[in-house]
């Protein structure tokens, strides 16, 4: 439901977004994080960069490991790098903030220069399909590279509602952004040279009140940023709102509420 050409709405969705994100999102993944960063193998001393690093919430464990090794964070969000460096200060640890993409990023840093390269939740606002392959080069050879994602079969209750409104208003429609299983993602890490050690999935589901709130939670959690809902705010948004989330309930409604299920995946890759 993304397009990789949207950088200005990712960044003021996710500027607006930074004080509430970890209640919206992080608290819900906080198992497959907890796995990716176990299976990273962190060791004292080691040179981590996490992509992408949003509020922190997972670059601060990963740092509880490495310290005193140094940890670069890096978003283009100046909200969300603001919220993981004072979580960092919080914890009296020295942490390395850059303002940039990614894609940027991986372009401009040495090769060989990180034992430890670390992507979660950001395949959607990225060219996955450079960015993949371009991470070997990053680290040196024994270094690991932990990449979480949602997979595009993620929140199929959405994508149905988003695929009927679309075809009755006569729309483009757009594929989700995200990988469609694991085996894409391995198939690009291992092109950049390396080795997967480990892949799995996890799947929960989240319950709302009702349509509409669900509805909201997509917008505001960035998971949902359509080029079309770019400038649009005020009534217009309201009413999109409001359609969406009335198809939602009348399709998906159940006596606990308005299910939305999510399927993400995390990958250990290895530089031999
Ligand atoms: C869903 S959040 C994930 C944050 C963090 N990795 C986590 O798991 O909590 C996505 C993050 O990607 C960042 N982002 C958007 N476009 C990016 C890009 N091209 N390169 C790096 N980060 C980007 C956003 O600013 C946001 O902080």
Redesign the pocket.
Same mark, same amino acid.
């Given at each position: 439901m993304t397009t990789p050409n949207t950088d200005e709405l990712?960044?003021s969705t &996710?500027d607006r977004v930074a004080a509430r994100y970890d209640d919206l999102? $992080?608290r819900h993944v906080q198992t497959p994080n907890d796995r990716l960063t176990r299976g990273l193998g962190l060791r004292r001393g080691e040179r981590v960069a996490d =992509?992408?690093? /949003? $509020?922190g919430?997972?670059t601060l464990p990963m740092m509880r490991l490495n310290a005193p090794g140094e940890t670069v964070a890096?978003?283009? $969000?100046a909200g969300?790098l603001h919220l993981a460096r004072e979580a960092a200060a919080s914890e009296g640890l020295a942490l390395s903030a850059i303002q940039a993409?990614?894609?940027d990023f991986i372009a401009a840093a040495p090769a060989a220069s990180f034992d430890v390269l670390s992507m979660?939740?950001?395949l959607a &606002? =990225?060219d996955w399909h450079s960015v993949l392959p371009a991470m070997g080069r990053l680290v040196r050879s024994g270094g690991r590279v932990g990449v979480l994602t949602s997979l595009a079969t993620s929140a199929p209750q959405a994508l149905t509602i988003y695929h009927r409104i679309a075809e009755s208003m006569e729309m483009e429609i757009n594929e989700p952004p995200t990988p469609k299983n694991i085996g894409i993602v391995e198939e690009l890490l291992a092109r950049g040279g390396l080795r997967i050690d480990d892949s799995w999935q996890h799947g929960f589901r989240l319950w709302f009140g009702s349509g509409v709130e669900a509805t909201r939670w997509l917008l505001d959690t /960035?998971y949902v940023t359509h080029p079309a809902l770019k400038g649009l705010e005020g009534e217009v948004l309201d009413g999109l709102v409001e359609l969406f989330g009335a198809h939602l309930d009348g399709e998906f409604r159940e006596d606990d509420g308005l299910p939305l299920d999510f399927f993400v995946t995390g990958i250990i890759a290895r530089r031999p």
């Open positions: 990712f960044q &996710y999102w $992080s =992509l992408a690093c /949003g $509020s919430a997972a890096v978003d283009p $969000s969300m993409k990614a894609e979660r939740f950001a &606002y =990225l /960035g």
